[in-house]
């Protein structure tokens, strides 16, 4: 964990000099290695991109060809008048960024309490972080919507985010981590100048700890993006849709529901796909590193 | 009209995060009433002359329509959140299940208080949403389903379209493998498709037997009528590459468009709904095709019908709006307008027009009589003909108090028969017992 | 005690960690307790609950559905978490053994797929597994492989699922790429001048090296395995007409707990199959730590020795 502090980039190479350095024939082959498998992953991608842009009877012709042949942009006029996809996506920035914005907050608060404090119970308390952090969702659903339910507030939006105002265990235990690599004279001296707790959370270990803040930020932005289920279960009006279930009611209606438009089905997955790529292009060293981070806590 | 929907959406999206709908805004007595459909698209001109057929008749009310699919998860959380939308629109083969659990109110005194003419709707239609002697919803489209042929296939058969019999078994068999062309394994027309698992109840009702008791009481699945007509059905596909490749080339059809799978010469001859061939009527005017009415054993026209209908749900905000946007959108008039929008459109566009299947059968008769002009293609002409002759021996499957239920274990045995798991018996006794059991649990 | 309990730097403490536990009450123990009163009900949410005792644990036990979705569910987790892990491992080794910018491109190209929503993922690979026409079948059939009818053969549709599960491995080739870079190189540099064959170090350095991680994904994979939904879900599910025609071939366990409680609105019957799916997670997970420590205890008395 201790490799967040100063945040480099994530698992750059550190060593030097590796063992095939020697060996270009092996080099070579290692790299055609993994050309193959990008190929392989990348391909999805290219096949998805190109058929959203085909008249509907090619969409399954020459699987093979990269570039769509015949072209047909119009695809993307038309799935507009089909489905409301400039609204999805309103909402699912919307939703995703103030559920990222709640929990990353709520979360370094509370990170922050159990890094700078000694108090009675930081240790159970602490145990109830790390136990909850494999607790399966699904066991909660059904109580969790009978909750949302009893306040009058599913067909709303409300519940796909609310929860995140009180912390994410993982989240916690992330930034927990992070807090406890800072110097303890750096807040105590804060103190003698007269600073008060709140203070030292707001001004001393909120910014000394951007960059786990940024990697829970993103993460929980790509995972409310993700999320079907619970737009699922809370929203009924399909103008408060974020992408997922959008583009869900998109495959019932034109890919199973008796009137294929494959054009439409494809051209609303690139759109619901497309903003998260740009999001990762974006903050890449840090979904990178939030990732690698999490494989360390074992 | 995309963009006002977008732009209103847009709206709706901005007070979307924490805003909640506040309570009943506007009700019946005040003037301004509100209206929020659900299940309900704007997909066509029968949609949207009806809609505006409304608005002109009742200008105070604001009407907002949540586009996309009936969804019954969506619908019953609406319902037990008790935030539900005023009026649904649904397929009539469930409204007995949601009615025996309260999920949709009776629509007796919408009927009497707003004098909905139901002597008008078909005969078959007014049975499918009827529950317990109440009304409980009013039926929309009056679907029929026929034996549509594609002649290419049937001649490649050597065989006259107009006189392909499904009341001869054997003979349907070998027809199906004749038409059916298989290359390298891979499908590339197939023969004969009966539409299993969702018209299992027409195989039975072919074979001489019922799902379901009239009362709606007692399942019938294990009769060995019904295994028989699924086992000849799965035989039917076996011999024709199978179902597991059949399901695979049927997800790649495009029903509605140019490249339709008769276009296309992809299928020898199915059974389908009117709605297939009146989409095709509006892209291949000059399709090459034969509509014959799909017949029984004894030789007689059976024809399973079914179709959306309008219902009030438990606790909606303005039952008294919904009642009046119930008997607009399934009048005898709006119907008929509606229709020559359709008709009109058609014409405009140099398309042919096989008319609107409505469950209002007086208006039927207008449509039929005044709106729909032979349009000189052979083929569509005659297929108005063969749909409006088989819609008298339409038949429904009775409503039940666990109507969902009871579809899903019969869809589901047809589906294990089919993927080859079960044997037909096997399933059916099984599928009997688990709907059986759900009918008699879910008894009001 | 009672002294520091006053102090008012303790009173702070607890202001700042009362969202979690207000968020623990809420979110987690509440539900988690409520869930399990539930199971002893049956409970539509449109008429009020009625106490049933055991009847939905009872039921559970002889609903063909669920005995299907658990062996749907397990058949995948047993798929699909060695082979993933495998593959990821395998490609974390070699991308450990190329050096300069290639390797993080690598990386990025081998991260993308897991930025595509779950739902996206599911819409693509119905389209990429369609035994007629699909791309899988048309490169499968460039080496004359007749490929099966992924979408729609009851005996290849979890297959279909394990393989569109592969695409997704960017997180956990990450986290063990991450892990090998931490290994020491003299260890390895050290063996190799004592003779060790490249099997040998992998077996007696790297693997314990990264044990930790690997631990931790096989955990993560397996947990999230067993809670399958979105791409399964997306796929066969929630269109009458989907549903109807793949049967219960790709019922999963948590579909199946969904569809029980937000189509049927069984809630108490679905919060029972909430409490089984807990006690299972929760079993597995003891299982593979005590597994998991023991084998680490076992590599470090191999290594002292």
Known sequence: MTTLQQAPPAAEPAAP??????????????????????????????????????????????????????????????????????????????????????????????????????????????????????????VTLVPTYL?????????????????????????????????????????????????????????????????????????????????????????????????????????????????????IVLAASVITTLPLIAIFFLGQRYFLQGIATTGQRG | MAAAAMLAGSLAACGGVGANKGPAEGSSGSGAASLTTMGFGLPDEIATVRVDAFKKAYPKVNVTINQGQFNEQAFLSAVASGNPPDVVYLGRDRIGGYAARGAIQPLDSCVSGQSIATGDFYPAAQKQVRFADKWYAMPEFYNSIVLLVNNKAARDAGVDPASIDTSDWDGLAQLAKKMTRIKDGKIERFGFYPKLPEFLPLWAKANGADLLSEDGRTVNLDDPKVGEALEYATGLLESQGGWKKLKAFTDTFDYFGEGNPFAKDQIGAMLTEQFVISAMAGVTPDADITVVPFKDRQGKPVNMVGGNAWVIPKGARNPDAACSWIKTMTAADTWVAAARARADKRAKEGKVNIGTYTGNAKADEVIFSEVVKPSGKKAYDDAVKTIRAVQEAGFVVPQSAAAAEFNTAWQDAGTNVLQGRQKAAQALAEADAKAQKAIDEAQP | MKAALSRPETRWAYVFV????????????????????????????????????????????????????????????????????????????????????????????????????????????????????????????????????????????????????????????????????????????????????????????????????????????????????????????????????????????????????????????ASALAWVLFLVIAIITVIQVKVGNRLVYYEAEERSR
């Open chain 1, 147 to 263: 909750i949302w339910n009893s306040v009058g507030l599913t067909g709303t939006q409300v519940p796909l985010w609310a929860a995140n105002l009180f912390g994410s265990a993982f989240y916690i235990f992330l930034l927990r981590q992070f807090l406890l690599g800072v110097p303890r004279y750096v807040f105590e001296a804060a103190r003698v100048d007269g600073a008060s707790y709140l203070d030292l959370f707001w001004r001393i270990a909120l910014p000394l700890s951007r960059p786990a803040l940024i990697i829970a930020f993103v993460f929980e932005l790509k995972a409310s993006w993700f999320d079907l289920m619970k737009p699922l279960i809370y929203l009924q009006d399909p103008a408060l849709y974020t992408l997922p279930r959008g583009l869900k009611a998109v495959v019932d209606q034109f890919y199973q529901g008796g009137d294929p438009k494959w054009e």
């Open chain 1, 17 to 138: 000099v590796p063992d095939d350095a020697g060996r270009p024939t092996r080099r070579i082959f290692f790299l055609i290695v993994l050309a193959v498998a990008s190929a392989i992953l990348i391909y999805p991608f290219v096949w998805l991109v190109s058929a959203s842009l085909k008249p509907r009877d090619r969409t399954f012709s020459d699987p093979f060809l990269p570039w769509p042949s015949p072209f047909q942009p119009e695809n993307y006029i038309s799935v507009w008048d089909a489905a409301p996809m400039l609204t999805w996506l309103v909402n699912t920035l919307i939703v995703g960024v103030v559920a990222a914005l709640a929990v990353t907050l709520s979360s370094a608060f509370v990170a922050f309490g159990f890094a700078y404090f000694r108090f009675p119970g930081r240790g159970l308390l602490f145990a109830s972080v790390l136990g909850t952090m494999m607790l399966p969702g699904a």
């Open chain 3, 18 to 269: 009362l969202p979690w536990v207000v968020g623990l009450l809420l979110f987690q123990l509440g539900p988690m307790i409520a869930s399990l009163v539930l199971s002893f009900t049956d409970y539509d949410l449109i008429s009020p609950p009625r106490f049933t005792g055991l009847d939905n644990y009872a039921t559970m036990a002889q609903d063909p559905k669920v005995i299907r979705a658990i062996g749907n569910t397990l058949f995948y987790t047993v798929l699909h978490v060695p082979l993933s892990i495998g593959l990821a491992l395998g490609l974390a080794l070699i991308l450990n053994r190329i050096t300069g910018r290639a390797a993080g491109v690598f990386r990025t190209i081998f991260y993308l797929p897991s930025m595509t929503p779950h739902v996206a993922v599911g819409v693509l690979f119905l389209f990429l597994l369609n035994g007629q026409v699909g791309m899988v079948n048309q490169f499968l059939a460039l080496f004359g492989v007749q490929g099966p009818q992924w979408t729609s053969d009851p005996d290849w549709m979890l297959a279909g699922i394990v393989l569109m599960s592969l695409w997704n491995l960017g997180s956990t080739t990450i986290i063990l790429f991450a892990a090998l870079r931490n290994v020491p190189r003299e260890l390895s540099e050290a063996a190799m001048i004592d003779g060790a064959s490249t099997w040998q170090r992998f077996r007696s350095i790297t693997l314990p090296m990264i044990g930790g991680a690997l631990f931790f994904v096989v955990i993560v994979n397996t947990i999230a395995s067993l809670q399958m939904f979105d791409q399964v879900y997306t796929m066969y599910f929630g269109n009458t007409q989907a549903q109807n025609s793949s049967g219960d071939a790709a019922l999963f366990y948590v579909i199946y707990l969904f569809q029980q409680a937000f189509q049927y609105l069984h809630m108490g019957y």
